[in-house]
């Protein structure tokens, strides 16, 4: 079975910035979408980026330009780049698979932490 591992999480101060990044434990054949969700205590899980196969990104409304998603489909690798992160980006983040038969995997997550 696959296993997506999640790295990169940690604790910053505001205006810092934070790479993380998520890889299958076991090779893929194909994946369609990448992406990134990040939930906070009392709130819904919520779309923080995704990124489909060829390129093509969708950000959540609440990114305006600090985040980036990319890929990296030889390694079955997504990384989600964040700058000018901000106290109400602290949550555990979630990264997320789904292949081209609509098979989706899920990482366990990694705490990030902004103080202000």
């Known amino acids: 079975q696959v296993q997506l591992v999640e790295s990169g999480g940690g604790s910053v101060q505001a205006g810092g910035s934070l790479r993380l990044s998520c890889a299958a434990s076991?090779?893929?054949?194909?994946?369609?979408?990448m992406g990134w969700y990040r939930q906070s205590p009392g709130k819904k899980r919520e779309l923080v980026a995704t990124i489909i196969s060829g390129g093509r990104t969708n950000y959540g409304d609440f990114v305006k330009g600090r985040f980036t998603i990319s890929r990296e489909d030889a390694s079955n690798t997504v990384f989600l780049q964040m700058n000018d992160l901000k106290a109400e980006d602290t949550a555990v983040y979630y990264c997320?698979?789904?292949?081209?038969?609509?098979?989706?995997?899920w990482g366990q997550g990694t705490q990030v932490t902004v103080s202000s």
């Open positions: 997320n698979f789904v292949g081209w038969d609509s098979t989706s995997w």
């Open positions: 076991r090779s893929i054949p194909s994946i369609y979408v």
